[in-house]
């Protein structure tokens, strides 16, 4: 199946790598000439088999390729030194740990320690950017708190949490509760989509996982945080083996990652808008599950405040306490984006003749000298964008969450 192709190429590779490094410690060159070539075939089928790092996999076959001449046409190879690549080895694409026959992180696992750091992201959300959520926020701080600070009595060993799941209805701060908690320590912020993950590394999944895992306590102290964690079970039940074996991963680096011995604290997040989906294995490993609601009526004042005041602009006709009493309902996304378009609204009217200004304008200096007008949001520009993105969810969705909440 095409779905675990590059997982059984990958495991392929390796073995023959080894019988690579076994033949040349001999100075068997031509079985080793045989191997070399088998190796870098299989990295072109590799290369085939994937959506991402195909570039890379043709480097190998590629180098391998080489490898393959020089051996099959006699010349004698330099012994490489102790603990190095190897005899003789080509040298990985970026130049990574050498694999060495013994060595565990070859360069395939080099690769995915290069896409893991991809998922490095920017996190400069604050406490103070989010508008209510104190129970969540307060969780977070204690366990922040408690993993970096030492008890007064150097005998006491607690293990503050560690693993977090925040559930709740789309747009409500999840994502930006694992920012705030990540830029109050000060940490890497590891940004994984469940869902990209399954899908762009297939069959390299679980190994993808494990390559995350080896980032965060490279870069700790750090925050992993897995958004739309229920994809993993919903794509398993579909009898996929790359889903299952990825299950398998994230429960055994959960398990691993909880009993590891760290000097700078790692904490995993995870967040869905279906916890329902999520099975008991997957849920008794999160010490603490934290329900994200909607925004209540004080939490929707503040988040008005904090997209129109907040942000240097005024109300004209409406206060933010009837747009607070309007918007039960809405999710945090919802009014932030209701503000953006009321924003929006608000400039065209106050600058209805910019086209003809920027046909005016000679260059790009020029351009950036101008002034655009700023007046007072309306009643009705902010009503009209109010409309413009109803709530989606239904009262009947809410229910379902307060009800898994309760249990
Ligand atoms: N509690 C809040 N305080 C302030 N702004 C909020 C809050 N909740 C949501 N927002 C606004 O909504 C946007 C989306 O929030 P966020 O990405 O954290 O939601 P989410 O819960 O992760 O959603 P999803 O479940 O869809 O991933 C934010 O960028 C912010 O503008
Ligand atoms: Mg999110």
Redesign the pocket.
Same mark, same amino acid.
């Given at each position: 199946m095409a779905v675990d192709a590059s997982s059984f190429i990958y495991q392929e590779i390796k073995k023959t790598k080894k019988k690579l490094d076994q033949a040349m410690a001999r100075g068997d060159n031509e079985t080793a000439a045989k191997l070399a070539l088998r190796i870098s075939e299989l990295y072109k089928e590799l290369a085939r088999a994937r959506k991402w790092g195909k570039k890379s996999a043709l480097e190998m076959a590629e180098e391998y390729r080489r490898l393959y001449e020089r051996l099959a046409s006699g010349e004698p190879l330099p012994r490489a030194p102790r603990g190095s690549r190897g005899p003789g080895r080509p040298s990985g694409p970026r130049g990574g740990p050498g694999p060495g026959g013994d060595s565990e992180a070859g360069e395939l696992d080099a690769e995915f320690d290069a896409e893991a750091e991809k998922l490095i992201a920017k996190a400069d959300v604050t406490w103070s #950017? =989010?508008? &209510?959520?104190e129970e969540a926020k307060k969780a977070l701080m204690e366990a922040i708190y408690y993993s970096l600070a030492r008890p007064s009595d150097p005998g006491v060993r607690l293990e503050p949490p560690r693993r977090f799941l925040l559930y $709740?209805p /789309? &747009? %409500? $701060?999840? %994502?930006?509760?694992a920012m705030a908690a990540s830029n109050m320590l000060k940490a890497t912020f590891i940004n994984v989509s469940v869902d990209r993950v399954l899908s762009r590394y297939v069959g390299d999944s679980p190994r993808m996982i494990s390559a995350i895992f080896r980032l965060a306590y490279r870069r700790a102290p750090s925050i992993v945080f897995f #958004?739309e964690v229920e994809t993993l079970v919903a794509k398993r039940d579909t009898g996929r083996e790359a889903a299952t074996g990825l299950v398998q991963t994230f429960l055994t680096e959960l398990d691993g990652f909880k009993t590891k011995k760290l000097d700078k604290p790692v904490i995993v997040m995870a967040?869905t808008?279906k916890p329902w989906m999520l099975d008991e294995a997957i849920l008794s490993r999160f010490e603490k599950r934290i329900y =994200?609601p909607l /925004?209540d009526r004080e939490?929707r004042k503040? =988040?008005f405040r904090?997209n129109i005041e907040g942000k240097g602009l005024r109300l004209e006709g409406i206060t933010l306490d009837e747009l607070a009493d309007m918007t039960e309902g809405y999710? $945090?996304?919802d009014i932030?984006n209701a503000c953006r378009e009321a924003t929006m609204m608000m400039l065209r009217r106050a600058n209805p003749d910019i086209y003809k200004r920027l046909e005016s304008v000679g260059s790009l200096a020029e351009l950036q000298r101008q002034k655009y007008r700023v007046e007072p949001i309306r009643r009705e520009e902010i009503l009209a964008a109010l409309k413009k993105v109803k709530p989606p969810i239904t009262k009947e969705e809410l229910r379902r969450y307060e009800e898994w909440a309760r249990r």
């Open positions: #950017d =989010i508008a &209510g959520l $709740g /789309p &747009g %409500t $701060g999840k %994502t930006m509760l #958004d967040a808008n =994200i /925004p939490a503040e =988040i904090l999710s $945090g996304r932030a």
